[in-house]
């Protein structure tokens, strides 16, 4: 899906925003589309090497249908080169290993799967979904015709073109935006910053699909009170107060493992400078019991969805609303 034939049975990608043009017989940035006598073909759609049930809050969602199960799935690969990826092994198999290891599910069988484990979404998370864009996108089609919602957690860099054909079918995303320093993303990721934010401003102005927004918290990488500040602002003013900030810790892995965990005071002020941007809802993420994964309503401060790591201890809500002052709570399945 979405490519185009160009001279010399040279082709165009428009999947995502590298928007490779890949000669016969080589691949894309991602290394899972590769030019086969002038067609694109995908590598990795019969090569799932993830499907767990997980609670929503792991995406993490925490305005899109509270305390329900997610079907979540992955095929290897990813168009990011993130030094301190988490799932590494999973995103970075193509270009590390040379393989592409996974078995074949099907869009009926992942459907049937989600329907089996009461599950109220399907998640297309733990690599990047642009990169199995034909198995999300039939998969998230049949989805919904069973009356399933469908996720996406993403880097962000997938095409406007993308956007408007998963738009129909999806219904959340979580995108992170790893900084706000277009050298960070060079550096450290491959990619650059000012697609994700069109993407961001995309998805907020011009679609329904809920939005939340993480960030990872990296020790000397992107955890300056500047960089924080301008995050949030961007967030605020760009997207909307009402759109959730998630600031996780950091934890030692891959090609960063000499970097130290985030310290949790470090998490705090990222949360407070977001509340004092206006974002109404910043979380803390990656430390189990602590409060600042609950949400409060902005207006009164009572306590709506009380949350443990990633367990609903007490949801308040009721009709969307707060039972206390009426406030509406923004979201999907918010009740």
């Known amino acids: 899906m979405l490519w185009e034939q160009l001279d010399g049975q ?3 990608c428009r999947l995502c925003n590298f928007r490779c043009r890949i000669k016969p017989g080589k691949r894309g940035h991602c290394l899972v589309r590769e030019n086969r006598a002038g067609k694109l073909y995908s590598l990795n759609y019969s090569a799932v090497c993830s499907v767990n049930v997980d609670p929503i809050e ?12 997610s079907l979540s799935y992955a095929a290897p690969g990813c168009n990011f080169r993130c030094e301190f990826c988490q799932n590494w092994q999973i995103s970075q198999e ?3 290993f040379k393989r592409i290891n996974g078995q074949a599910y099907s869009p009926k069988q992942l459907v049937q799967a989600a329907m089996e484990g009461n599950c109220a979404s399907i998640a297309h998370t733990y690599t990047e979904p642009t990169i199995y864009f034909e198995l999300a996108y039939e998969t998230a089609k049949l989805g919904h015709e069973k009356g399933l919602t469908n996720v996406f957690v993403s880097n962000g860099y997938m095409s406007t073109e993308a956007i408007e ?3 129909p079918y999806l219904d959340g995303i979580n995108v992170d ?3 706000f320093r277009d050298d960070f993303y060079r550096q450290r990721t491959g990619a650059r910053l000012e697609p994700v934010l069109e993407t961001l401003r995309y998805i907020a102005g011009r679609t329904d699909i809920w939005l939340e927004v993480t960030t990872l918290v990296i020790p000397g990488g992107n955890d300056s009170e500047e960089e924080l500040g301008d995050l949030a602002k961007f967030i605020a003013e760009e997207l909307g107060a009402e759109v959730p900030w998630h600031v996780s810790r950091f934890h030692p892995d891959y090609e960063s493992r000499d970097v130290p965990a985030t310290p949790v005071k470090k998490l705090d002020q990222a949360r407070q400078i977001g509340l ?3 974002l109404r809802y910043v979380y803390c993420g990656n430390i189990p ?4 994964e609950s949400t409060f309503c902005h207006k009164c401060g009572k306590e709506l969805i009380g949350r443990a790591y990633f367990s609903i201890e007490e949801n308040n809500v009721r009709d969307g609303k707060c039972p206390d002052c009426g406030t509406v709570v923004p979201g999907k399945g918010m009740s």
Do not use: C, M, T
Not at 58 to 69: A, D, N, T, V
């Open 276 to 278: 004092k941007a206006g």
């Open 58 to 69: 792991k995406k993490p969602l925490f305005h899109f249908y509270p305390g329900s199960r």
């Open 177 to 179: 935006l790893k900084s």
């Open 94 to 96: 193509v270009r590390l």
């Open 289 to 292: 019991s602590d409060r600042s």
């Open 165 to 167: 054909v998963i738009k």
């Open 10 to 12: 040279e082709v165009q």
